[in-house]
């Protein structure tokens, strides 16, 4: 079995794609923790989930506990109308019902989960505590989960509790199934727990110990007792499920050609030579990031149907000759022929986004727009990098948003979202450390984009003509609230030897004046 070393911003990015199309909601936003259980929190709009190291198992078998837990979750942001906390009796058993009742409704639409939930029961039940351990009441609360949820407990628990235990889970599968009969919702359900608290006889503010399915020291299970623990799950679960075998529920095969896919893409995506870190560019790390904020999908849209000639390859263009006849422009006095010319952007561009505090009032529609550039930018598949800087800790930071070699995503955009305008320009000390990364990569195109004067003119000029004996060139966009102002930071910018500048007043503007820049 090959091994999974997945980065954390990797795991999110599948994380984020995956649960957003399950759940029908494009707003979620992922975080990984390796102190708490899994959970989403409705209205943050949010999920966390235990980290994939934490968990049981090896490389593979974790991955897919990693995605049906994010099944799980996707199910709850569709269904649920509530999350309680499982600190306390009420909430816990509340959530055991949902979850429940989520996977049925879950699998009339996803109908090919059924052998990873049997997998993860397993995984699930293994994890459990054994009733011994568990002091008081809370005991009754944890045998009642094992029961409802797999059909067996971990361990003795005494007969008069068994039998309380037995009539509420039967009690529960009955409401639960009620309400996917009837449509009802988690408020319905809900109404019902205090029946089930007053079967089990406990208190509905009892305190539930966490169980959370962390790997314990020493613990190993080998194919022998998983493939036990399958076949038990599997019997227990067959009036829910029907039957499914243990042993393809062990094997995956179903899951394994995904597993490959990312384990290649995993190979291309490692950095060769070169690494940002090792030439002083960081890469922003956090990534329970909220970047649909920063998605203008209109003026993406539009970005994308007004170059979408430019994405097929062909446009079409009026002349005094052609091989078509156009009657409507012949009548208007134009060019009356036309004919497709073949159109494509192969040009290699690098863009530095200015993120100084003189942007920051308008930092939310600066990274809209930049955002947009870079979305039609991969929509025309051109090879590109994106880079930003600010002052962090007092400190002049380049950071990596994405790379040449990697595909633009929402990994990169939860990158330019948490990027803070702050600091001045020292745009001297930004080209000093992106040099070793431009000489390596030679672009054909560094597009600087700029609201202000650098602090240092003379050591931007040297650094300019450094780059531009690379063969790189060298163009900045100046951007000001006006015209008038937008041109005077393009006119002073010219002065610093850049090839060509750019002056612009709107910053919606900025995805076309640059395409125009490629186009030509």
Request: hydrophobic share 40%; charged share 25%.
């Amino acid at each position: 079995m090959q091994s999974l070393q997945l980065r954390n911003e990797s795991l999110v990015e599948i994380a984020t794609f995956l649960v957003r199309r399950w759940s029908e909601r494009e707003n979620i936003i992922i975080e990984f923790s390796d102190k708490t259980e899994t959970k989403t929190r409705l209205k943050e709009n949010k999920v966390i989930l235990t980290s994939i190291e934490k968990r049981i198992g090896d490389d593979f078998q974790r991955y897919r506990q990693f995605r049906i837990s994010l099944w799980y979750e996707a199910m709850r942001i569709k269904f649920c109308k509530k999350i309680l906390s499982n600190d306390h009796a009420f909430g816990f058993i509340l959530n055991t019902m949902e979850t429940h009742r989520v996977e049925q409704l879950g699998r009339n639409i996803w109908r090919g989960m059924d052998e990873e939930i049997i997998f993860n029961y397993a995984y699930m039940l293994v994890a459990r505590p054994q009733i011994h351990t568990i002091y008081g009441k809370a005991r009754i609360v944890e045998a009642f989960y094992q029961y409802f949820m797999f059909g067996a407990i971990k361990g003795e628990i005494q007969s008069s509790h068994f039998e309380r235990i037995k009539k509420a889970s039967i009690f529960a599968k009955k409401i639960v199934d009620e309400a996917i009969g009837g449509k009802y919702d988690t408020e319905w359900l809900e109404k019902n727990v205090n029946e089930i608290i007053k079967i089990l006889d406990i208190d509905s503010l009892l305190t539930i110990p966490v169980s959370l399915p962390f790997m314990k020291e020493g613990m190993i299970m080998t194919e022998e007792e998983l493939l036990k623990v399958l076949t038990i799950i599997s019997k227990n679960k067959e009036g829910d499920f029907g039957k499914i075998d243990p042993k393809d529920a062990l094997n995956g095969n179903n899951m394994y050609d995904e597993y490959n896919v990312l384990l290649d893409e995993n190979k291309k995506n490692i950095n060769k030579g070169l690494t940002p870190k090792s030439v002083g560019v960081q890469i922003p790390t956090v990534t329970n990031i909220d970047e649909t904020a920063i998605y203008d999908m209109n003026l993406i849209n539009n970005m994308k149907i007004k170059f979408k000639e430019l994405k097929s390859g062909w446009k079409e263009q009026h002349f005094t000759s052609g091989s078509e006849f156009d009657e409507e422009n012949y009548i208007e006095g134009n060019e009356p022929f036309f004919t497709d010319v073949k159109k494509s952007i192969n040009t290699k561009i690098v863009i530095l986004l200015d993120h100084s505090s003189s942007i920051a009032s308008d930092a939310l529609e600066y990274k809209k727009a930049t955002l947009a550039l870079c979305e039609v930018l991969a929509y025309l598949k051109v090879k590109f990098a994106v880079y930003a800087f600010n002052t962090h800790n007092r400190n002049v930071v380049c950071w990596l948003i994405k790379s040449d070699n990697m595909k633009w995503n929402n990994i990169s955009a939860k990158r330019l979202a948490q990027i803070v305008a702050n600091g001045s320009t020292p745009l001297a000390e930004v080209y000093d450390k992106m040099f070793p990364i431009l000489q390596s990569k030679r672009p054909d195109i560094f597009l600087t984009l700029t609201d202000g004067e650098p602090s240092d003119s003379d050591a931007v000029r040297i650094m300019i003509k450094s780059l531009k004996g690379l063969g790189i060139k060298m163009i900045a966009l100046g951007m000001g609230t006006n015209t008038i102002r937008a041109t005077t930071i393009a006119n002073n910018l010219r002065h610093l030897g850049y090839e060509k500048t750019l002056a612009v007043s709107r910053l919606n503007d900025i995805p076309s004046k640059v395409i125009r820049v490629l186009e030509g």
